[in-house]
């Protein structure tokens, strides 16, 4: 029986292609591996890992798939992927483009340097923590969830509740010889009937996001290239989804690059510690600060916030 079961684990674990992306201005994953071993939604134990290690859900399909990202010496991230089956091209496809979006390679960054050169504040974070991107959620769909599973709810909770349904409910990839858990696929929330920790009210919201992510109603592609206003309302049409929540799937799932959530407490106190302020800039203030910060105002709200809980 055991051989059986490791038989099995191998199969779910077959190398099944690879992506090589190449960065453009400096980048360390190394950085980002860092910010999510203290991330808590991301719920990561191995400290001190050298690759990243996940299993996701490939937005369009919602096949999961497994992956193992590194770090060359030339500064190139190459991936390999793993899954049961083979993957198609639209799959290695989808896969490439999630891997590049939520390490931020989407976007160019050669032009950040010169943020921190208009900005001497910035400056300092970046030679503080040199090369550190935002690292998104796998897909909007994910951030979306998380948003919903954490709404009044301590953040410890809402991310040990995320990572038991993922346990419980999602699909495991053995990646590099260990078991990757991805978070439940939509199919499965929107056949979601109750959780244990989960109000009813929230798996309602659950049910009906599995819903319109499996008809692909959204899509991060998509939500990147529409107005960021048309965005935001669009993801306000789910069920439980208010303005907070829209921003951070955003900026957070769909990997919105130059956007400052100037409503948002913890920005105006990361502001007020950086830049040594008599008090917290209003919405109105960090508006007109962040305008400096483009078009990489997610990147330096992402550095601010680390240098906060760094020096808190």
């Known amino acids: 029986m055991g051989g059986e079961q490791e038989h099995a684990e191998q199969e779910r674990g077959q190398v099944r292609g690879t ?5 453009r201005g400096p980048f360390s994953l190394a950085a980002g591996i860092r910010f999510l071993e203290g991330f808590t939604p991301a719920a990561r134990d191995a400290v001190g890992a050298e690759s990243l290690d996940a299993a996701f859900a490939l937005e369009g399909s919602w096949r999961t798939v497994g992956v193992s990202a590194t ?19 639209a799959e290695l496809s989808a896969a ?38 935002p690292v998104a959620f796998w897909s909007w769909y994910e951030a979306a969830a998380w948003a919903i599973i954490g709404q009044r709810t301590r953040m410890t909770q809402a991310a040990a509740l995320k990572q038991r349904m993922a346990a419980e409910l999602g ?29 009813g009210p929230k798996v309602e919201r ?16 998509r939500l990147r290239a529409l107005p960021r206003d048309e965005a935001l309302a669009a993801l306000q049409e789910l069920p439980g989804i208010g303005p907070f929540s829209a921003e951070l799937i955003l900026l957070r799932g769909a990997g919105d690059s130059d956007h400052a959530p100037v409503h948002e407490g913890r920005l105006a106190l990361a502001a007020q510690h950086a830049y040594r302020l008599p008090r917290p800039p209003t919405p109105e203030e960090l508006t007109a600060l962040s305008a400096g910060w483009a078009p990489y105002r997610t990147w330096v709200t992402l550095l601010l916030r680390v240098a906060l809980d760094a020096d808190s």
């Open 19 to 23: 992506v090589r992306i190449e960065p």
């Open 171 to 199: 699909e495991t990839v053995v990646v590099d010889g260990r078991p990757q858990q991805a978070f439940p696929a939509p199919r499965v929330l929107a056949g979601l009937e109750s959780f244990r920790g989960l109000p």
């Open 71 to 89: 770090q060359d010496d030339g500064g190139g991230v190459r991936g390999r992927l793993f899954a049961e089956r083979a993957l198609g091209r």
């Open 206 to 221: 659950l049910r009906a996001l599995g819903a319109a992510a499996a008809a692909n109603v959204l899509d991060s592609a």
């Open 96 to 133: 490439t483009a999630q891997l590049t979006r939520i390490l931020s390679l989407d976007v160019d960054g050669s032009g950040f340097a010169a943020v921190g050169e208009r900005d001497e504040v910035v400056g300092s974070l970046q030679r503080r923590y040199p090369g550190l991107r």
